[in-house]
């Protein structure tokens, strides 16, 4: 079993960063395809951004592109979302997705996602 946990949410003001952790406990993540998706109060969850089980060049949603950077350590079994820049607008719960693949394709779906964590809270004051 897969257990994905997100940390390092929080309540910031507009143009800081966040850097989001998720760390999973079960399996290695060398052999997952990871995203982080978001969700705000009445809204459906969204892609935010996509890493390959082997990394390479990441996909954002159209609005974080050049501010989030999505990021894979295998060694220390944890993905990561750098939000810089943040906007009201970003103001959501975020969470991460994984799921095992052979494949070096980029998930964007969340019916392609198996594993979730439970997400963090992301407040961006203006």
């Known amino acids: 079993q897969v257990q994905l946990v997100e940390s390092g949410g929080g309540l910031v003001q507009t143009g800081e960063s966040l850097r989001l952790s998720c760390g999973a406990s079960?399996?290695?993540?060398?052999?997952?395809?990871m995203g982080w998706f978001r969700q705000a109060p009445g809204k459906e969850r969204e892609f935010v951004a996509a890493?390959?089980?082997?990394?390479?060049?990441?996909s954002y949603a159209d609005s974080v592109k050049g501010r989030f950077t999505i990021s894979k350590n295998n060694v220390e079994n944890a993905l990561y979302l750098q939000m810089n820049s943040l906007k009201p607008e970003d103001t959501a719960r975020y969470y991460c997705a994984g799921t095992m693949t052979l494949n070096t394709r980029l998930l964007t779906q969340l019916n392609e996602y198996d594993y979730w964590g439970q997400g963090t809270q992301v407040t961006v004051s203006s």
């Open positions: 079960g399996r290695s993540l060398n052999v997952f395809a």
């Open positions: 890493i390959r089980r082997t990394g390479g060049t990441p």
